[in-house]
């Protein structure tokens, strides 16, 4: 029933905004959702389950945001096209996704608030099975599609591979490996934003002129700003650049 798993799975999630998911009910997921307390179980086997699977889903999501942030602006053949800028484009919204969505933060950053599902449940390890309760279904085992969740190096990885995958047909095989590189310092680099989240008044790029910016703002130009030197080094054309001293990056 994917239309039902869906909507149970926008309930859940609209019912974590509002309140820690140890107070979150599984009646009332159902109810929002409008289905049966059965279907509910028979869909996800249990509350851990359920958290599971809105892990994945909203891990997945943002994970599909990354791939459509690089297939933005891609090159015409031939040509290496703005690859920082493509990368620049994927970091920028993992920075609003992190922010806006507290599942994708916490995954990112392995940290799990007492608001959100347990880490052990987070991290994909085995939970005891529930005692049965009188006037709950029945619960079974979660699927395994719904087991292992990614954590802050996997995601990470998946971010870089990602990158790598979209701009390597643009490039010459002998700099595939410089690209990779500067992919994966781009990743570690956005990641390091979103754990240590950058704040209005932070050092503006060099001959930048201080302006009145919403944190938004100053996030997505200090996190270009780093990606783009991490591709500082790596011309669209695949030569190697030397920087003179003094030369800015």
């Not at 015409?76 to 920075?95: E, M, P, Y």
């Not at 599902?117 to 005692?131: F, K, L, N, Q, S």
């Not at 990641?191 to 997505?220: D, F, I, K």
Request: overall charge neutral.
């Amino acid at each position: 029933m994917p239309a039902a798993r869906e909507s149970l799975l926008d309930a859940a999630y609209t019912a974590l905004t509002e309140r820690a998911w140890a107070a979150v009910r599984m009646v009332d997921v159902a109810a929002a959702a409008g289905v049966s307390r059965q279907t509910l179980y028979n869909e996800f086997g249990s509350k851990e389950g359920l958290a599971r699977a809105l892990v994945r889903r909203e891990t997945d999501h943002y994970l599909a945001g990354v791939a459509r942030a690089l297939s933005q602006g891609a090159p015409a053949a031939g040509t290496g096209g703005d690859a920082a800028g493509r990368v620049a484009a994927a970091a920028a919204w993992t920075l609003r996704t992190a922010r806006a969505n507290p599942l994708v933060r916490a995954a990112l950053t392995g940290c799990w608030g007492d608001r959100l599902p347990t880490p052990a449940v987070a991290v994909g390890e085995p939970a005891p099975p529930p005692a049965a309760r009188p006037g709950i279904p029945v619960q079974r085992t979660a699927p395994p599609g719904d087991g292992l969740l990614p954590g802050p190096a996997e995601l990470v990885g998946r971010f870089c591979d990602q990158a790598v995958a979209a701009l390597e047909p643009d490039w010459p095989e002998e700099q595939l490996p410089a690209l990779g590189t500067a992919c994966e310092t781009a990743a570690r680099l956005t990641l390091a934003c979103v754990v240590a989240p950058v704040t209005p008044g932070a050092a503006p790029s060099p001959g930048c002129v201080r302006a009145q910016r919403s944190r938004r703002e100053w996030e997505a130009e200090v996190v270009v700003r780093l990606v783009r030197g991490a591709f500082a080094r790596l011309p669209a054309d695949g030569r190697t650049a030397d920087v003179q001293p003094g030369e800015q990056c």
